[in-house]
């Protein structure tokens, strides 16, 4: 299995803003993925993050509002440019540890957008 | 590409009675893993079970599943339903022999009363 850690736990931000949300894993994973999810509501791949490459965005999900950056194999940053108040989610990191396998979810970060 | 279909976006059920969440895929690969995540209120999903041996019925917590790929579905089912058990369920598949990605499905929504 891998445990990951999410940082921060929740944020606030006001409209215009940029911020940051750091994943860690704590062994080496190949993918990393990142969902938003809105209240009560379905989880939607946002992207896709491999060590050295550039993240591959799902439909409704672009680099300029949500640029992402895997650095190494057990670290990922997601960033949310230009916040408005319907970005307000939850946002998880997930990864697994082999093909075929489950994935395992971060604690998720719960932001709101004045 | 490869989808999940949950039908039902809400079940709710009297506790101590079966109930079942359906789940039908389509896929072109000929390896295939499933799973079944459960997300409770204000947590991260996590695997509740998972599959990739056909006619085979797997266990966990009280809830089962069989992999049919005759009827290409893998429905959960609990025979006497708990008020914990309320939560959002989601059917998932891994495909990928290159990546630990997975697709989900939309969720189903379980609320079992009192």
């Known amino acids: 299995s891998v445990l990951l850690y999410q940082k921060p736990n929740r944020d606030i931000c006001q409209s215009g803003t940029s911020l940051k949300i750091q994943c860690v894993a704590d062994?080496?994973?190949?993918?990393m993925f990142w969902y938003q999810q809105f209240q009560e509501q379905s989880l939607m791949l946002m992207a896709t993050a491999n060590e050295g490459s550039e993240a591959t965005y799902e439909s409704g999900f672009t680099k300029d509002k949500f640029p992402i950056s895997r650095p190494n194999l057990t670290f990922s940053t997601l960033t949310v440019n230009n916040a408005r108040p319907g970005d307000s989610s939850i946002y998880f990191c997930s990864s697994g540890d082999s093909n075929y396998a489950e994935q395992f979810f971060g604690p998720g970060t719960r932001l709101t957008v004045l | 590409g490869d989808s999940v279909t949950q039908t039902e976006g809400l079940v709710t059920v009297t506790e101590g009675l079966p109930v079942k969440l359906n789940c039908t895929y389509q896929t072109t690969y000929l390896t295939i893993a499933f799973f079944w995540y459960v997300q409770y209120l204000n947590e991260a999903p996590q695997v509740l079970l998972k599959?990739?041996?056909?006619?085979k019925r797997t266990e966990h917590q009280g809830f089962h599943a069989t992999l049919h790929k005759s009827s290409s579905s893998f429905h959960l089912q609990k025979s006497s339903a708990q008020l914990s058990d309320s939560a959002l369920y989601y059917c998932a598949l891994s495909d990928s022999p290159n990546t630990n990605k997975v697709v989900f499905g939309t969720g189903t929504r379980l609320q079992v009363l009192p």
């Open positions: 062994s080496q994973v190949v993918s």
């Open positions: 599959s990739s041996t056909d006619n």
